[in-house]
């Protein structure tokens, strides 16, 4: 399932699952600050699989995008089936 997201649009926040989305841009948002902008093919939420926990950032579409929410299971497969997706992941979270 992928869901078409419009300029500013809530992307994620606490309670939903982690994302990707292509084309276009998405900002982090953390205490009222955005800390990070991702460009199309990138990934947001993906510490709540890794470690369980609760969402500390807030996401929205920057420029309209395409975004698919990630489970646990697609997740998971992604990691052991495409080792550069895995590479990614460990290098945004040793931000």
Request: charged share 20%; hydrophobic share 45%.
């Amino acid at each position: 399932m992928t869901l078409a997201a419009t300029d500013f649009q809530l992307l994620a926040n606490a309670g939903f699952p982690p994302a990707k989305f292509q084309p276009g841009e998405v900002e982090v948002e953390r205490d009222g600050k955005i800390v990070e902008t991702l460009s199309g093919g990138g990934i947001f939420g993906e510490m709540a699989l890794i470690d369980g926990s609760p969402r500390a950032a807030t996401a929205r579409a920057k420029t309209a995008c395409e975004v698919a929410p990630i489970t646990e299971k697609t997740f998971l497969f992604l990691v052991h089936e495409t080792p550069f997706f895995a590479i990614a992941v460990m290098r945004r979270s040793a931000r």
